[in-house]
């Protein structure tokens, strides 16, 4: 039929043999297996001896997806036992390479290819049988045809203007991970064209490079054909860096040996050389960016594959790096690393992106056991440490976007996390890191005093502002230990706090300022590995709730004036962006168990009523439906009402009906939410207040369950004037316990019991409306499955009662879902009957 049909609609023919080849192993016998796979083998093979529909874009790309589709249903073992193997895949590599040659024709379809190849040559070390799979041949070809190919497209970009492969980088890494494995199937054959490639390259832009320094010096111009040999070098220089560190980390999928290692060496030692060229050419004011970007690609490749705890540190790869350039040890490969970091720091602080890449690489080096304990040792690591300013770093600077500001958090990490290591309780250490920060609250301070004034310098002062409340947050996150977090927490409160405090005055409307300190104090309050841990006599966790409760309440208090006047694809970033930020911050100073809050109430501290009350009135400022769109709002609210419920009930027990109202109706959607984690807390905290509510109905001893009067107890009055919100709920659960594909079995079943108990008529209706929906053989069968489910219950919520129910509950749900597979594969029995007649 495809050979037959016009090339318009043949793409639809192979549509349907992709789908074909996709049917399950267990559809067939093994014999018919085998069969069946000699078939698609041949009409594969078939359709690459006459290939000329394939010169359609949609037939071509189709056929991609088939050729892809034989390795992702078969095994390499089954492919190389049909007779027409050889064939078949000599034919595959020809137009695997021909396409990469014409990269331009259909560049959607290459990754099927490259997966194609990948997949093959990854299930090598797992054949067998002794037929040859004849991968050693083809692969080489396959990976020469992409590099030469990605080469060659730098100087058709250049002349024709057309689309540039590298401007994809998401694409590029992930063409790069596909050809890693591929490069390593034949590695000698794949280092040596690599190595040859590059050095020719190399010593080609080299040449250029002298001599258009020496006609600089000579005050005159470089010719224009020269200039575009450079760029044209540059590009290539590139792709061969990416490829480089792409087959460095192919290694992890291969048990690979000393011979190998040296090759690694070899190909490290040439990127290594062509840094020091270009790092020299970035001093004298020239630099390519991409060429930079693939360089820390390859770093990164490099570390994870030879630094690091597991490496054998004198394998012939660091062998290779002595003998090459005098690198003997990890210590001084480390040292390299830090050189190529502070040079990116200091020349490219305008690069947001190869800024963050750089970063990303510093961040990952502080983490590691070993690595960090040497990197910290380092001369150029303690200038760093030493000389944090602007004046070294520019992207420290004010001159800078505020976009740009971001990645000052992730230094700051890095920094905090490193200085750490040789802090220990060494005060004037830190006060000695933390000068040039001093220096700069110094300034901002100075400026908000003059704040009402016309000399206020409001830029400077928000820049200022910004910048701090990113670098205080990299450290409070790298600040991991009590007497870490402590050196910054002395150091901040009182004396810089309060300047947070006002920069949200003067800039509550501009997320630009607010999300930063939101977040910083978000940090700040958590307590992750137990660094809030204050001694007997210490104030301070009482003191750090009050500032968190005083952002808050700063925050909220003036976003909420500002709630029509925001456009509606502008309300997440102007809005509730901050609120879910808040939401956070509260959540974590309540769940942190650093902060008895019953002081609060028995001095009259308002702190803890003013952050509770300020949370109720941001959230009925929040359009219900928004709750579920934006995934981060959705995900903090329900940890913290979670929260609330857990710990808070005293405060909940108190809001109006109709607040109320709202909570019970945002818990009914999040049940049916498709993040799990949403639906779990949904689960919990209704949980939480069900069994309250249960607690205050059935209290006979007439004492007060969390200090509220039953008469004055909001869930209570709602039970009563609004009960159908509660049916809905009993309804909701138990339907998807029931009928859906319930993945929190366990969170759903702890707030069924107490529904039920506190609606049991409504149960008896709910039970009978579905027992009547049955066939009518099957009424009686689910009258049992329910009588069962309340088997041995009693109308209490005691541990022991609650695990009854939840084992009950675990056999009629697999009763139900036993019973619904059987009405299924009934049901298809008789359509294949059907089909058959």
């Not at 810089?496 to 800039?507: A, D, K, M």
């Amino acid at each position: 039929m495809y050979a037959k049909l016009p090339s318009s609609l043949a793409s639809r023919c192979i549509s349907v043999l992709v789908q074909i080849a996709s049917l399950r192993r267990t559809f067939f016998s093994n014999d018919e297996r085998i069969k069946f796979l000699s078939c698609l083998v041949v009409g594969v093979k078939s359709i690459l001896l006459n290939p000329q529909s394939l010169s359609d874009p949609t037939n071509y790309h189709e056929f991609c997806r088939l050729l892809l589709r034989l390795k992702s249903n078969y095994q390499l073992g089954e492919l190389v036992m049909v007779a027409e193997y050889a064939a078949t895949v000599e034919l595959i590599a020809k137009f695997t390479v021909d396409s990469l040659s014409t990269w331009q024709f259909a560049p959607n379809s290459v990754h099927y290819l490259l997966s194609l190849w990948q997949r093959m040559v990854g299930s090598v070390p797992y054949m067998k049988v002794s037929e040859p799979h004849l991968l050693d041949r083809y692969t080489p070809e396959v990976f020469r045809a992409y590099v030469v190919s990605r080469l060659e497209s730098v100087s058709v970009v250049l002349r024709d203007g057309c689309d540039d492969p590298l401007e994809d980088l998401t694409v590029v890494n992930q063409q790069l991970d596909q050809l890693s494995t591929i490069g390593r199937c034949e590695y000698a054959k794949t280092c040596a064209m690599l190595v040859q490639l590059f050095e020719q390259t190399a010593s080609r832009y080299q040449e250029l490079i002298s001599v258009k320094h020496n006609n600089g010096v000579n005050n005159s111009q470089p010719h224009s054909h020269a200039l575009q040999q450079i760029t044209v070098l540059e590009g290539q220089l590139t792709w061969l860096v990416y490829m480089i560190g792409s087959v460095l980390g192919g290694r992890i999928s291969f048990n690979t040996s000393e011979e190998h290692d040296a090759m690694d060496g070899e190909l490290v030692c040439r990127v290594l050389q062509l840094m020091n060229l270009t790092d020299s050419c970035l001093m004298q004011g020239d630099g390519c960016e991409r060429l930079e970007i693939a360089t820390i690609s390859f770093f990164d490749q490099f570390r994870k594959i030879y630094v690091g705890d597991q490496v054998h540190k004198f394998s012939k790869f660091y062998r290779r790096l002595s003998e090459i350039l005098g690198l003997n040890d990890e210590t001084m490969v480390l040292a390299v690393f830090v050189r190529k970091i502070i040079i990116n720091l200091k020349y490219w602080g305008h690069s947001e992106l190869l800024l963050n890449r750089t970063l990303t690489l510093l961040s990952e080096l502080s983490i590691g056991y070993n690595s960090v304990r040497k990197l910290v040792k380092l001369e150029e690591m303690q200038f760093m440490l030493n000389n944090h300013t602007s004046e070294h770093f520019s992207f420290l600077g004010k001159s800078v976007s505020v976009k740009e500001m971001r990645s000052r958090t992730l230094f700051y990490s890095s920094m905090g996390r490193l200085l750490m290591l040789e802090l220990g309780e060494d005060e004037d250490k830190f006060i000695q890191f933390m000068a040039p920060l001093t220096s700069s609250f110094d300034h901002l301070g100075g400026l908000l005093t003059q704040a009402e004034s016309p000399m206020f310098q409001a830029e400077d002062a928000k820049k200022c502002l910004i910048g701090l409340a990113r670098d205080i947050r990299g450290l409070a996150n790298a600040f991991t230990t009590k007497t870490s977090y402590m050196l910054l927490f002395d150091w901040i409160y009182p004396t810089y706090s309060g300047i947070f405090i006002r920069g949200l005055e003067i800039w509550s409307h501009d997320p630009e300022v607010t999300t930063p300190v939101l977040k910083l104090f978000a940090e700040l309050v958590q307590n992750k590995s137990q660094r809030l841990v204050f001694d007997v006599a210490s104030p301070n966790g009482i003191l750090l709730f009050r500032e968190a409760s005083k952002v808050i309440v700063t925050y909220g208090s003036r976003i909420l004036t500002r709630t029509n006047s925001i456009p509606k694809e502008q309300v997440y970033a102007l809005r509730l962006k901050g609120i879910s930020v808040c939401f956070s911050m509260l959540k974590s100073a309540l769940c942190g168990n650093y902060v008895n809050f019953g002081v609060f109430r028995l001095y009259g501290d308002e702190a803890l009523d003013s952050a509770l009350h300020t949370f109720i009135k941001l959230l009925l400022s929040i359009p219900q439906e928004d709750l579920m769109v934006y995934p981060k709002l959705s995900q903090t609210y329900y940890v913290l009402l979670e929260c609330l419920a857990q710990d808070h009930m005293n405060f909940l027990a108190t809001l109006e009906p109709n607040v109320f109202l709202y909570i019970l109706s945002s818990i009914s959607e999040g049940l049916t939410a498709i993040d799990t984690s949403v639906c779990s807390g949904c689960c919990a905290t209704l949980d939480y207040l069900v069994t309250h509510l249960f607690k205050q109905l059935n209290n006979k001893g007439g004492k007060k369950v969390v200090g509220v009067d039953v008469e004055n107890d909001a869930l209570v009055r709602v039970m009563k004037h609004q009960p159908q919100i509660f049916h809905q709920m009993l309804g909701t659960v138990l339907n998807i316990i029931m009928f859906e594909d319930c993945r929190n079995q366990w969170s759903m079943s702890r707030p069924l019991l107490p529904l039920i108990l506190l609606n049991n008529e409504y149960f008896g209706q709910l039970r009978q409306q579905i027992i009547s929906q049955q066939a009518a053989d099957k009424q009686s069968v689910m009258a049992q499955w329910f009588d069962n489910l309340m088997d041995g219950i009693q109308p209490n919520l005691l541990t022991k009662n609650r695990d009854k129910f939840t084992q009950n509950l675990s056999v009629f749900r697999r009763d139900i879902n036993d019973s619904l597979k059987d009405a299924v594969s009934g049901l298809a029995t008789n359509n294949s009957e059907m089909m058959t007649t």
